[in-house]
């Protein structure tokens, strides 16, 4: 029985790390920043290895970074460059997004799961993106590029949202 409950603690941890994930996928910063003021806010709990991400200078980092990103992928050539470099750092914000929020879990545990689903799926859901991406250019010339982006921002936003509000 006791197993059953602890499953049932982890499980919403788990869809919220697995959503910040995906998240992460479509912008790096922005799950970042959003487990950042969720925990700031005392809306949820962090792994105390990542404490770090509700601190206000890591808040200043990543609200930058997010406004950064939000307009450099609004540039039709730019925003390939974009996805090239962050075809690297995406994976990895999706492993931190998601062992941030896996408190429950051993250390152990939650660096297994953050590293293998968290980073999977966060590389997945961008290369996804990239691919759609290289489409919009090829066939609108790129045009559609700033309008495709916005869906994208307007994804992530309600994904990180979600996933914080209401993770299951």
């Known amino acids: 029985m006791e197993t059953a409950s602890q499953i ?15 998240c992460a996928g479509l912008r790096a910063f922005l799950p970042l920043l ?12 962090l792994t105390s290895h990542f404490e770090w991400l ?10 930058v970074a997010v406004v950064a990103e939000l ?8 925003d390939h460059v974009l996805d ?10 999706g492993v931190v997004a998601a062992a941030a929020v896996l408190h429950e879990l051993t250390p152990l545990q939650g660096a297994v799961l953050a590293l293998v689903l968290g980073g999977g799926v966060a590389g997945a859901v961008h290369f996804g993106k990239a691919n759609l991406r ?14 495709v982006s916005v ?15 209401a993770p299951l």
């Open 8 to 22: 049932l603690v982890v499980l919403p941890q788990l869809a919220m790390g697995l959503s910040l994930a995906a």
């Open 134 to 147: 290289l489409l919009s250019t090829v066939s609108t010339g790129g045009l559609a590029n700033p309008v």
């Open 71 to 78: 307009l450099a992928d609004k540039v039709p050539w730019f």
């Open 151 to 165: 869906v994208e921002e307007c994804g992530a936003w309600s994904l990180a949202l979600a996933a914080i509000v």
């Open 84 to 93: 090239l470099v962050q075809s690297f750092v995406k994976p990895i914000a």
């Open 34 to 45: 959003a487990v950042g003021l969720a925990a700031r806010l005392d809306w949820i709990p």
């Open 54 to 63: 509700e601190s206000v200078p890591s808040l200043i980092v990543f609200g």
